[in-house]
């Protein structure tokens, strides 16, 4: 698994999220787990659902330079489009994408393998 640091600006949003590269990983996201853990990063995602998802996320879609196009709220067994300039999409545990606001530029650092 890969996980990334998620920055605005110098400021840390969220440490050791789960970078979902491949097919499965990104189909797979965060269900299953009894936690969101730190969330997930989907890069070239546009639409998500939350089929077996035991909470909430913070649902915030990126455009192709990784700003916030879009925000939501997502609750479980439900699906969410993302606009039509969203290429990615970061999902984090309730609350803590609440700083974040349409506009804000999001800089993926630290890349490492656990």
Known sequence: MILVDIYRGQKLIAKSVKYCQDLRSKVIGLMF????????????????????VRFNLDIIWLDKDNVVVKKALA????????????????????????????????????????
């Open 33 to 52: 787990v009894s936690s969101p853990g730190n969330g997930a990063f989907l890069p070239n995602v546009k639409d998500i659902h939350m089929n077996f």
């Open 75 to 114: 609750r479980p067994w439900k699906l969410y489009y993302g606009p039509a300039n969203a290429t990615h999409v970061l999902e984090l545990p309730q609350g803590c994408g609440s700083s974040l606001k349409i506009g804000d530029t999001l800089y993926i650092k630290n890349r490492r393998k656990v």
